[in-house]
């Protein structure tokens, strides 16, 4: 049990599947008070329920990140419920990738929209909070192809490199208060894999995530770790990934 879990408020955006809702019962197991984020209401809902039944403390909240009001609406329901906002993990992402020649240009805009301006919207609207608070956390999950970029990851590296990039100028302005952590995963079971991709970069991603892929509470537990430390200690980076990818 990490004890500096205990009570702390979290607001998770993307906790509807994947590594969000691992990460959102990580937390609530450890006695975080999380406040859910996603557009899947539905799915929202059946994460919040296996939390609750087991003796946690969770609240869903429909939110499309894409839009700057939601993410005030989600920071807003933690202040409104907990009387503060502990944390905000940015984790909403998108990885509909395809290579540049398939020209899926919505795609491309739907990965800049969710995975950077979602962040961007992120810290509008916890920022002016952690100011007041004169303490908070932005962690902010990005990905190993922020590190490496691989066929045919362009556009979605290009979203995680530009997260890695704007989460170090974002740390470096914050202090003494604030911390913040980037989070980057490798390859990770999740129904996000191959979702929205091109048909032979999703067969790909398939078999990839069948053979090397590490379960998604592995990425939990290092997001938990991050949030436990002591007041004044900033886990700035955090890249966690399968022993089997190269
Ligand atoms: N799986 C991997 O191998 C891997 C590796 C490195 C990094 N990551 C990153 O990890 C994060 C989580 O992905 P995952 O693997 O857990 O996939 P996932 O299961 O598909 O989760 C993605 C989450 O983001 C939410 N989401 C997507 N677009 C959204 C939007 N516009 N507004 C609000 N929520 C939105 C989805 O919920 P709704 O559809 O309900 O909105 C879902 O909860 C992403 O940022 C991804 O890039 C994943």
Redesign the pocket.
């Known amino acids: 049990m990490h004890e500096q879990l205990e009570g702390t408020v979290v607001a998770i ?10 990460t959102a019962e990580h937390l609530a197991a450890h006695g975080a008070r999380v406040v859910l ?5 539905d ?2 809902e059946e994460v919040v329920g296996r939390i609750a039944a087991s003796g946690g403390d969770a609240i869903g909240v429909v ?5 700057r009001e ?1 993410l005030a609406r989600l920071v807003g329901a933690a202040v409104e419920r907990h009387g503060r906002l502990d944390v905000l993990v940015s ?5 509909a990738i395809s290579p540049f020649d398939d020209l899926r240009q919505d795609d491309w805009d ?1 990965m800049v ?3 950077l301006t ?1 962040v961007l919207n992120g810290i509008g609207a916890a920022l002016p909070v952690f100011r007041r608070q004169r303490s908070g956390q932005f962690v902010h ?5 922020a590190y490496v970029v691989k066929v045919p990851q362009g556009v ?1 590296a290009a ?2 490199t530009a997260v890695k990039v704007l989460t170090e100028g974002l740390r470096q302005e914050s202090g003494p208060d604030l911390r913040v952590t980037l989070v ?10 191959g ?1 929205g991709a091109s048909p032979a970069a999703a067969a790909a ?1 398939d078999r990839q ?1 069948r053979e090397v ?1 590490m379960p ?1 509470s592995a ?1 939990a537990s290092a997001v938990g770790y991050a949030i436990a430390q002591p007041a004044g200690v900033d886990i700035s980076e955090v890249v966690v990934r399968p022993t089997a990818q190269g």
């Open positions: 955006t993307g906790a509807s599947s994947g590594i969000g809702a691992a984020g996603a557009r899947r209401g799915r929202l939110v499309d990140v894409t839009r939601d984790n909403a992402g998108t990885m739907a929209a969710t995975n979602g999950v990005a990905s190993t192809a979605y979203t995680k980057s995963p490798g390859f990770t079971d999740t129904e996000g894999v979702k991603l995530r892929a998604p990425v």
